[in-house]
């Protein structure tokens, strides 16, 4: 069979499948479009750009500055850069505070990337249940049509014929749902491994910060301010409010 006429021989089983591959065209494309696209926004620069791992990381021991590492957070966007940024606004402020702005910014972050993987899974779900009633409609009418054939019609090869046709939407369904269902998995893993780097520059900042604990709260204003001179490198903050 030539490459014509296999092409002609699938488009005529697509035909022969009936209204119900349309919308199972439709979610092929679906998976196809955000695969793609999630494919080139959860690359690991995404998550922890390796220049925002590094000079965070290169921060000296005991003169760790917010300000500085906030800068850096605007200067490198990311996912790690933004749960950085969330747990330096809560500088001076108890360690569980602190923890908490980590996990409320990482569970937004995890949503919105997500979001369009949600697409994907949608399809696994929808495509073999548009195949499924494609094939229960096609066999419908397969018996009708054998419950009352022509005259001289053979009933054994029209329902034999009829079901051929009906398991098409099926066929098709669980074609598309198959490689969706690999898609998201893979994505889904890309997600836990970006968000394990995050947690791994989170866990490096975090005890900088504990030395703060109780010395008066920094504002985001005041961690958007330049960072003064090295040399002079200290937290800028209120001071705590006397006790009555």
């Known amino acids: 069979m030539s490459g014509l006429e296999r092409i002609q021989t699938l488009w005529q089983l697509f035909l022969a499948g009936g209204l119900l591959m349309w919308p199972i065209v439709a979610m092929s494309l679906v998976v196809v479009t955000f695969g ?89 779900s929808v495509t073999p249940l548009l195949g499924l009633l494609g094939t229960v409609q096609g066999m419908i009418m397969a018996f009708m049509k054998t419950a009352s054939p022509e005259a001289g019609a053979n009933r054994a090869t029209e329902l034999a014929g009829g079901i051929y046709v009906a398991l098409i939407t099926t066929f098709a369904g669980l074609c598309v749902a198959i490689p969706a269902a690999m898609i998201a998995h893979f994505l889904e893993g890309r997600i836990l491994k970006g968000f394990r780097g995050v947690d791994e520059v989170v866990d490096g900042v975090l005890p900088q910060l504990e030395r703060f604990e109780g010395k008066g709260r920094v504002t985001p204003a005041q961690l958007a301010a330049s960072p003064p001179p090295a040399a002079a490198r200290t937290v800028v903050a209120r001071p705590a409010a006397p006790h009555s």
């Open 36 to 124: 793609i696209e999630r494919l080139f926004a959860l690359r690991q620069r995404k998550f922890v750009p390796p220049e925002l791992a590094r000079e965070l990381a290169d921060l000296e021991e005991g003169r760790f500055d917010p300000r500085l590492a906030y800068r850096l957070c605007n200067d490198h966007p990311s996912v790690a850069g933004r749960v950085v940024q969330a747990l330096l606004e809560k500088t001076g402020r108890p360690l569980p505070e602190m923890e908490r702005a980590v996990e409320v910014e990482k569970e937004r972050e995890a949503s919105r990337l997500y979001a369009n993987v949600r697409p994907i899974s949608l399809a696994v």
